[in-house]
């Protein structure tokens, strides 16, 4: 039997580019320590029951990492030679199923596929030896999964206690058109100012992801809750009563929020009936105030609150001059109607931006996908304000 599961090691949570601040308040406030935050992710030390908490838990992470083995690597033949020794047989059974994912930098290896390869047959070789089976294998993450960090002469085996990314939240059946990746999303409402109490106002709304995750953050529903299977589920050893404790401890720690706002729209009817299905499956539609509108048209509750835009910038959506007349009326809208609220708006194009004809009090760094975003904060007063010289 695997004693992973009580036994402490490097843990490493992963994330996107830019989300590594807000993942690691994520850990924090979940009772961890982190040694070290890095640009795509957090260290800290535990075991894999604890990572059990830690994937259940986590809004902004794409994979939770356990490390099994730290080693020098000069080569494929080094990769082989030092894997085939390590004891697959406590974590694996014969008849189950398992797949390698790599990141590998060496002068050996131009092709990740043959690094998986590698690392595929050092496990199935020794579990064959060991218990005369070996585990099935192939690349759907549905099973064990193992991950391989190589760089230089330095190479660290893992097991990936999530298996499919976390990033995704799992309500999200509909994605609607270029959609917000859930764990960005997330991201991006921690680093506002609401407080998960006054109103938020989504214009725009898509397929409701930013407003389906603010509804979460407010009654603290976490992503574990719409997921069922993960990496560490089909490694030996695994306690199935600690995951379902852990599952009841989410469902005990929603609260409800009397009296929250959560407005969202948009002008395609496609759209709202898209962000309802997604809401009802996260459990919140109850919660949000969908309608059908051109974004000058959205409700907006009494100040104080949030009023958050992701609209098209450009890059995949929409046309850029059609788009600029759009985003002058974003910034007449922000103007005229949410005084006293604080306005973000999230945007791939700066240039766009500028359109907006607001003074930005913040301009936060995030990536989505390989575009370098940023989310602009306006602090919307209410009435003239003379800025002392």
């Not at 575009?371 to 007063?381: A, V, W």
Request: overall charge neutral; aromatic content about 10%.
């Amino acid at each position: 039997m695997s004693v992973i599961f009580t036994t402490p090691s490097r843990i490493i949570i992963t994330c996107s580019k830019r989300l590594a601040p807000y993942l690691e308040q994520e850990v924090r406030e979940l009772g961890f320590e982190p040694t070290r935050t890095f640009i795509t992710g957090v260290e800290l030390t535990g075991t894999v029951n604890d990572c059990i908490k830690l994937n259940l838990n986590l809004r902004c992470a794409s994979q939770v990492l356990y490390s099994l083995k730290q080693f020098r690597c000069n080569g494929p033949d080094d990769l082989y030679e030092t894997l085939i020794r390590y004891p697959w047989e406590t974590l694996l059974t014969s008849d189950g199923y398992f797949s390698v994912t790599s990141n590998a930098t060496h002068f050996t290896v131009n092709n990740d596929m043959f690094v998986n390869v590698k690392v595929k047959d050092a496990i199935a070789d020794r579990m064959r030896r060991e218990t005369m089976r070996r585990p099935n294998s192939g690349s759907e993450l549905s099973g064990a999964v193992f991950h391989l960090y190589w760089k230089d002469e330095q190479a660290e085996i893992f097991l990936d206690t999530s298996g499919e990314t976390l990033a995704k939240h799992g309500y999200r059946k509909i994605p609607g058109k270029a959609p917000m990746l859930e764990a960005l999303a997330a991201a991006t409402i921690m680093a506002t100012r609401w407080d998960r109490q006054s109103a938020f106002v989504n214009p725009m709304c898509g397929s409701g992801t930013v407003a389906i995750e603010a509804a979460m953050m407010a009654t603290n529903r976490r992503p574990g809750l719409y997921r069922n299977n993960y990496s560490f589920m089909h490694v030996t050893g695994y306690d199935a009563a600690l995951y379902k404790n852990e599952w009841k401890n989410l469902q005990q720690q929603i609260t409800a929020v009397p009296g929250l706002r959560i407005v969202a729209t948009d002008i395609s009817e496609d759209a709202i009936k898209i962000s309802k299905v997604n809401a009802g499956i996260a459990g919140v539609e109850s919660m949000i105030e969908f309608k059908r509108c051109d974004f000058e048209e959205t409700p907006v509750p009494d100040a104080p609150g949030v009023v958050y835009f992701n609209p098209e910038y450009g890059e995949r959506l929409g046309d850029v001059s059609a788009l600029e007349e759009t985003y002058a009326r974003m910034g007449d809208f922000l103007k005229k109607k949410c005084q006293g609220y604080h306005g973000y708006i999230f945007t791939g194009n700066l240039d766009l931006a500028k359109k907006i004809g607001l003074k930005a009090s913040k301009r936060i760094e995030f990536y989505t996908s390989k575009i370098d975003c940023r989310l602009l904060e306006y602090e919307l007063y209410g009435g003239s304000r003379r800025i002392p010289k």
